[in-house]
């Protein structure tokens, strides 16, 4: 799962045809419980734990992002599925989805705001790259703009620096004034808006933000000091043509230099405040790709199920110690290639599933989400036609929380858009599995805010219903000690099997899912 340091920065910080057939086939034969059981019981802690011994061992050197242990990764999955003869979901042999990222590294330069010098990294961080160009400072509030407020309606930021914080109004009793009440929209929180924050201000023609939020910040610096000792890196991104408006991050110190009530007054406003930026990075292109196969349904082939997990994970230290990530995601990862072996046995009998089944292996995930945010913005299948995402990230193991009561599995999401998935999922695991089914964190004021850190988020912001699996973490998180032989093999079994499950009953009820729930998209 991603370790949220910085907002993506935004964030950071041969395939056998005769198969292909044999799962595509029109004959409609229904399984018994029996049947489904069986196919569940083919999903085992033997070849979980041999998945993901080799998956998660030193050869395959943390699976960073472009780097050779995921090139490695990525050939291994590709080998399993013709192993397992299902085919790629782009057809012949193709089955990876290329995904186009670049790495601005650290600049060199400087930044002057009012005749002062900031050195980077001391209260001033950003990636961005200007030739010594000179802008007018404005100050936009909270940077929001939605349909019952907006901080645009009276300042012009076109050709100009404009200065937001985190945040959202509030009325004379304390309310705020987006909900009505004393709960907070997702404007108050950075990991649900920062990107928001930044295009409104590029659609509106600023040549940069200037974001002050002392959190983000914190975990902004940490992330930039981790890539000037280590040498190399720098914020990941997926590359793209279009504009990119600088975007700097400031903490207090240099918020309140720039607007002195910057804390007290939230109406946008005109600063007699200049920024001179001259500052120089290298990007350079990284080769990464997502990796994604496909069971096509019997009788509804175009709709579509979406399994998902990560293939990534965070690569080797500088002193050569290798993460490698056997909870976050080689648990996920090996779930997912059991779970198509359980459905491939059961096309192979005539009880192949009804809608098409995909399982996808994302990129990028620890980078902010990237390999889930490209699929998601041009899907091999139309997001219109999928049904649903279930996303595994972080099965294996026990939250210290639960005070040694080992038999849940934390879900997120099931109720936020559809009725149905919750219904269903409820009742799949009292029959088939009964798994405590933890709800903790699908709080709207969980303070972590998962919901918003894995890559089933890319497919919920556009309306696809989902569940998020997850056992929370633990402290071998993101170290170089989330290693195999500390896996829960037997949870990582069940866990599998009621996503399996749940699966099934998704892909094979008459009705599809109802999303009753649908929120506003972009």
């Known amino acids: 799962m991603k370790k949220i340091l910085y907002a993506g920065l935004i964030l950071a910080v041969g395939c056998n045809s005769a198969h292909q057939n044999n799962s595509s086939s029109t004959e409609s034969t229904i399984a018994s419980n029996e049947d489904r059981v069986e196919y ?15 998956y998660a061992s030193d050869e395959f050197e943390g699976r960073e992002t472009g780097d050779p242990g995921q090139k490695k990764a990525v050939e291994y999955l590709k080998a399993e599925y013709q ?21 601005s590294g650290v600049p060199t330069g400087s930044i002057t705001i009012n005749n002062e010098e900031f050195k980077l990294g001391e209260g001033v961080i950003t990636f961005s790259s200007v030739d010594n160009k000179t802008f007018d400072i404005v100050y936009a509030g ?5 349909e019952k407020y907006s901080d645009y309606n009276d300042i012009d930021i076109k050709g100009k620096y404009v200065l937001v914080k985190i945040g959202e109004p ?3 009793s304390g309310n705020y004034l987006l909900t009505g009440n004393t709960e907070p929209s997702v404007w108050s929180n950075w990991r649900e808006t920062l990107t928001k924050r930044i295009e409104i201000a590029t659609e509106k023609g600023a040549e940069g933000i200037i974001y002050y939020d002392d959190a983000f910040y914190n975990r902004a610096e940490g992330r930039y000091q981790h890539y000037l000792e280590s040498g190399n890196g720098g914020q990941m991104s997926l590359k793209s043509d279009d504009k990119k408006v600088a975007n700097i991050y400031v903490n207090k110190e240099v918020a309140t230099k720039i607007y002195a009530d910057v804390d007290t007054e939230n109406k946008a406003k005109e600063l007699n405040e200049k920024i001179t930026l001259n500052l120089k990075n290298t990007s350079k292109e990284v080769d990464s790709e997502n990796v994604v196969a496909l069971i096509k349904g019997k009788s509804k082939p175009d709709e579509y199920l979406v399994i998902s997990a990560h293939l990534d994970h965070v ?5 050569g110690n290798v993460f490698n990530g056997a909870d976050d995601d080689g648990s996920g990862t090996v779930a997912i290639l059991e779970i198509a072996e359980a459905f491939k046995k ?17 990129t990028g995930e620890e980078k902010g989400l990237l390999g889930s945010e490209y699929y998601s913005e041009n899907p091999i299948f139309p997001l219109a036609n999928t049904v ?13 929380k639960r005070d040694g009561d080992r038999n849940y599995i934390y879900l997120i999401g099931s109720d936020k858009l559809s009725t149905d998935l919750h219904e269903l999922s409820e009742e799949v695991n009292e029959k088939y599995t009964n798994i405590e089914l933890d709800y903790t964190y699908n709080d709207e004021n969980d303070p972590n805010r998962f919901y918003y850190r894995s890559d089933h988020y ?20 993101h170290k170089i000690t989330d290693t195999p032989d500390k896996i829960n093999y037997d949870l990582l079994t069940n866990r599998a099997k009621l996503v399996f499950q749940t699966a099934w009953e998704i892909a094979n009820r008459p009705e599809r899912l109802v999303v009753d729930k649908a929120q506003p998209t972009k």
């Open 315 to 319: 690569g080797v230290d500088p002193d």
């Open 388 to 400: 649903a995402d279930l996303n595994i990230d972080m099965i294996g193991r026990i939250d210290p």
């Open 40 to 54: 569940a019981n083919t999903i085992t802690e033997g070849e979980l734990k041999e998945h993901l011994y080799t």
């Open 458 to 477: 890319n497919f919920a912001k556009h309306n696809v219903p989902i569940i998020f699996y997850f056992n929370g973490t633990h402290a071998d998180y």
């Open 142 to 146: 909270y940077g929001i703009e939605d």
């Open 83 to 103: 192993a397992l003869g299902i085919p790629a979901a782009k057809g012949g042999d193709d089955y990876f989805q290329k995904v186009p990222l670049e790495v």
């Open 170 to 172: 509030k009325d004379e």
């Open 346 to 362: 059961a096309a192979e009998e005539g009880n192949g599933p009804e809608r098409s089944i995909v399982f996808l292996h994302v």
